[in-house]
């Protein structure tokens, strides 16, 4: 087996080093796949440049942290731009917006799909570019960003009380700085009819010490139940910072989930998904959702079959209890709810 990397050059973060503020790992993010390989000692030929003018590469040293010196690494693949991306044999089928975020616009930036949940697309920005990413060409610069932005939908959900619940996505909300989030967080604890603030976040999961005294100070005070839908692929992503992530989160009040992408010769496999739910469950974050790819274009290469989904969880409801086995579900644009496969 491969090695996993304890530390890399450049700075790159070892477990034992003391953890840099997550505004300082985003900055310093790695953003050429050149530079992702050479700090993996592999040959810098296998990425296209092509690829990534079209989706920029970014990804975090504690990411890279985790990858082992291998081409076919499961971390590695996810986000080093590859010629897949832009080749003829790939291109049929891809969509610009497979899940129809557009008919589901109600205002800038906000979108509703299901009864009684609104989505606020609250950051255009990502702390990781996952090469897969059902919206890597959503039109970021539509969607208003900041207090100042976010006063018109902020309205329209202040006056619609059919709304339970509201989703905070992106990009990843979680770019987004604590005193906005306590602020926004805060505007929605005051529409009564809004009883739970749904977040969906990568970013705890490749920099873990997002999750900061200042981010918990506003799950603690929120008066709406915060669920925090995180978003790992595989075991070889979770490290013990991440679990202690989740465990302050949960300590903080907040309840966790964990969605999936299945990913062709990634994590489409029984042994890893039985893995990674293990894992979960044992930090006390329930597997939701096991998605089957959304037909993106640029990311077909990535789609595994619906049997292989099948065959994962018919092994995971085998080996775990009920309650660690995720739906196996597809997004299909217009539907009123996610269809089960
Ligand atoms: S973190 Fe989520 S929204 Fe951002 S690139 Fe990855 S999949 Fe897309």
New binding site residues.
């Given amino acids: 087996m491969a090695t996993i990397l304890a530390s890399i050059p450049d700075g790159v973060e070892a477990t034992s080093a003391p953890p840099v503020r997550w505004q300082e790992s985003m900055r310093r993010a790695v953003r050429s796949s050149g530079e992702l390989l050479r700090l993996l000692d592999l040959p810098e030929s296998d990425f296209s440049g092509a690829a990534e003018a079209e989706f920029p590469v970014f990804v975090p040293r504690e990411f890279i942290a985790r990858m082992s010196r291998n081409p076919h690494d499961p971390l590695l693949r996810q986000v080093l731009a590859s010629p897949e991306e832009t080749s003829q044999v790939w291109s049929a089928g891809g969509l610009i917006d497979p899940v129809g975020d557009n008919a589901a616009t109600r205002n800038p930036g906000l979108l509703q799909k299901y009864v009684g949940r609104s989505l606020l697309i609250t950051s255009g920005a990502?702390a990781?570019?996952?090469r897969y990413?059902f919206?890597r060409h959503y039109p970021y610069q539509t969607a208003p960003k900041g207090p100042s932005g976010w006063h018109a939908s902020l309205d329209i959900l202040r006056e619609d009380v059919s709304v339970e619940e509201v989703i905070l996505s992106?990009?990843?909300p979680l770019t987004v700085t604590d005193s906005q989030l306590h602020w926004l967080v805060g505007e929605l604890n005051q529409m009564t009819h809004v009883r739970r603030i749904r977040i969906h976040t990568?970013v705890p999961v490749v920099i873990p010490q997002r999750v900061c005294e200042e981010l918990l100070a506003w799950v603690r005070t929120s008066r709406a139940a915060i669920y925090f839908v995180l978003?790992v692929n595989h075991p070889q992503e979770i490290d013990a910072k991440f679990a202690e992530s989740m465990r302050q989160l949960r300590t903080a009040g907040a309840t966790l989930l964990n969605q999936t992408v299945l990913l062709r010769d990634i994590n489409d496999s029984p042994a890893i998904q039985l893995e990674l739910c293990r894992q979960l469950v044992n930090m006390q974050v329930l597997p939701y959702y096991i998605h089957h790819l959304d037909r993106v274009a640029g990311a077909l290469h990535f789609e595994s079959t619906v049997e292989s989904g099948h065959a994962i969880i018919e092994h995971l409801r085998n080996n775990l209890p009920g309650y660690a086995v995720p739906k196996f579900v597809r997004e299909v644009a217009g539907q009123p709810s996610k269809t089960p496969l």
């Fill in positions: 990502c990781i570019h996952c990413c919206r992106g990009g990843d990568r978003h």
